[in-house]
T-cell receptor, first 114, second 117 residues
Framework: ETGVTQSPTHLIKTRGQQVTLRCSSQSGHNTVSWYQQALGQGPQFIFQYYREEENGRGNFPPRFSGLQFPNYSSELNVNALELDDSALYLC?????????????FGPGTRLLVL | AQSVTQPDIHITVSEGASLELRCNYSYGATPYLFWYVQSPGQGLQLLLK??????LVQGIKGFEAEFKRSQSSFNLRKPSVHWSDAAEYFC???????????????FGTGTQLKVEL
């Protein structure tokens, strides 16, 4: 069983640039969630994708956007980067089911905005 | 909105000693509760989860947690800590996303565990 993978592992950008982060879901999973983890904090929910559509969003501005592809992999795009966007970005995959679906996390992409 | 409180930012224990990490949640209904562990520079690994039923839940690596509704708590325990347990531990509560029917996690701020040899 293949786990959740993310790329790249590290990234350095400058303020105002745009960035794309990628996530491959665990085999058999059809839902992808993205979280932002600032230094010293717990992860915060950005949004979730199911059936290639955004399924819910946390308190993040529209410059955070995403995609899900037919193979259930996903991208997180951030436009007009700000210094506060520096964080570990975590992707989690799950299988949509009745009740609560357990989310399994990837290793994350560490983004530094200068 | 749901919230999770982990009162202890840092905890230091000696190898072989017992461990209890505290977690309190705020949620109106029966919660879905999780403990995750994060090693330095790594993602989150699921230790255990509580959905319903027996309030004492067993997880991986010898960890267990007890759900106490009256105290709104879900504390993580281990009888004997190993040096490899040094990591950051996150408690999380799950809730349904009203607009889409999926689920999201709300995390606490974490407890950093240091193990002294």
């Amino acid at each position: 069983e293949t786990g959740v993978t993310q790329s790249p592992t590290h990234l350095i950008k400058t303020r105002g640039q745009q960035v794309t982060l990628r996530c491959s879901s665990q085999s058999g999973h059809n839902t992808v969630s993205w979280y932002q983890q600032a230094l010293g904090q717990g992860p915060q929910f950005i949004f979730q994708y199911y059936r290639e559509e955004e399924n819910g969003r946390g308190n993040f501005p529209p410059r955070f956007s995403g995609l899900q592809f037919p193979n259930y992999s996903s991208e997180l795009n951030v436009n007009a980067l700000e210094l506060d966007d520096s964080a570990l970005y975590l992707c989690a995959s799950s299988l949509r089911a009745p009740g609560f679906e357990t989310q399994y996390f990837g290793p994350g992409t560490r983004l530094l905005v200068l | 909105a749901q919230s999770v409180t982990q009162p202890d930012i840092h905890i230091t224990v000696s190898e072989g000693a017992s461990l209890e990490l505290r977690c309190n949640y705020s949620y109106g209904a029966t919660p879905y509760l999780f403990w995750y562990v994060q090693s330095p520079g790594q993602g989150l690994q699921l230790l255990l989860k509580y959905f319903s039923g027996d309030t004492l839940v067993q997880g991986i690596k010898g960890f267990e947690a007890e759900f106490k509704r009256s105290q709104s708590s879900f504390n993580l325990r281990k009888p004997s800590v190993h040096w490899s347990d040094a990591a950051e531990y996150f408690c999380a509560v799950g809730e349904t996303i009203l607009t889409g029917g999926g689920n999201k996690l709300t995390f606490g701020t974490g407890t950093q565990l240091k193990v002294e040899l």
